[in-house]
């Protein structure tokens, strides 16, 4: 009787299995289709030479890897990127705190702000970069005359042809882009907080400055480490503002990873050099995650 009951028991999840698996096959086509396919032959173009779909790709081994290993703007783009992030994580995340701590203990005018800060965010990369472009015109420009306007005349730059702060000028319209999403999260958080904490630091004599640093700030972290890896993610996605606002210049000064894959791939025709980038960023892009991952484990224990 056990017998005969273990039988039908295997043949009912012989039989889920199998239902599951149909149910899933057009889920995994697609997945395998426009996500795997791709990666596959990114990883394939690597090794070739590949200058488009209607050119023979011929097998060069390791020739790519060696040719990015010594192309110096490729180096230079790769330092670029990390100081873009650097620049992304404290602009964008940092804002996105300060107002987050600003406007966060607001009752009745808490919605009109979260409302207008997260506002830039659902305005696209582009659009972003069309709008900064113009606001940077180093005659026209909102920024430029407005420093005329007050008297700071001297301050005006070329912020777009100085190779010394076209980076952290484009940076600056990326940030503005992306800190109301981090102000978004940083709000959660600071609901998440147990109120008592602070009761109990009043009635210790706490000064508002030390309940931001032993009360806010901790109930803070995982939050705050949550909002460093995804701004870390999302600055790996610098391409459309700059590609908009410099096309990566001026003397490669603002170039980025991105940047210049899509030089090589598109105007060069360098797709084997290009899908070598590709690759790096994939592992800049996952090695980052995994750091992250790890570090608010620890942290939470």
Request: glycine share 10%.
């Amino acid at each position: 009787m056990s017998a005969a009951s273990d039988t039908r028991r295997l043949a009912r999840g012989g039989d889920t299995a199998g239902s599951a698996l149909w149910l899933m096959a057009p889920a995994l086509a697609i997945y395998a289709v426009f996500t795997l396919f791709p990666v596959a032959l990114t990883f394939w173009l690597s090794f070739t030479d590949s200058a488009g779909f209607n050119t023979p790709a011929n097998f060069v081994g390791l020739d790519n890897y060696g040719k990015a290993a010594r192309d110096p703007i490729i180096w230079q783009s790769l330092g670029h990127t990390f100081l873009w992030l650097l620049y992304h994580v404290v602009l964008a995340g940092g804002l996105g705190l300060v107002l987050a701590l600003a406007i966060g203990g607001l009752r009745r005018t808490q919605v009109f702000f979260r409302t207008a800060f997260f506002l830039p965010h659902l305005v696209s990369l582009a659009v972003v970069g069309v709008i900064w472009a113009n606001i940077y015109d180093p005659f026209f420009g909102l920024l430029n005359t407005a420093l005329t306007e007050v008297g700071l005349g001297s301050w005006s730059q070329g912020w777009l042809s100085d190779p010394a702060l076209v980076l952290f000028s484009v940076n600056i319209a990326s940030s503005w882009q992306g800190f109301g999403l981090y102000m978004l999260l940083f709000i959660a958080g600071l609901q998440n907080i147990d109120h008592s904490l602070y009761d109990a630091a009043e009635v210790d004599g706490a000064t508002a400055f030390q309940k931001l640093i032993y009360v806010t700030l901790p109930g803070l972290r995982e939050v705050t480490t949550f909002v460093a890896s995804l701004a870390m993610i999302n600055g790996l996605k610098g391409f459309a503002t700059v590609f908009v606002m410099t096309n990566g210049g001026p003397f490669y000064q603002s170039e980025l990873i991105t940047t210049y894959i899509y030089r090589l791939a598109f105007q060069s025709q360098d797709h084997g050099l290009a899908a070598v980038l590709c690759i790096l960023l994939s592992v800049l892009a996952i090695t980052i995650t995994v750091v992250f991952n790890h570090w608010r484990g620890r942290l939470s224990r």
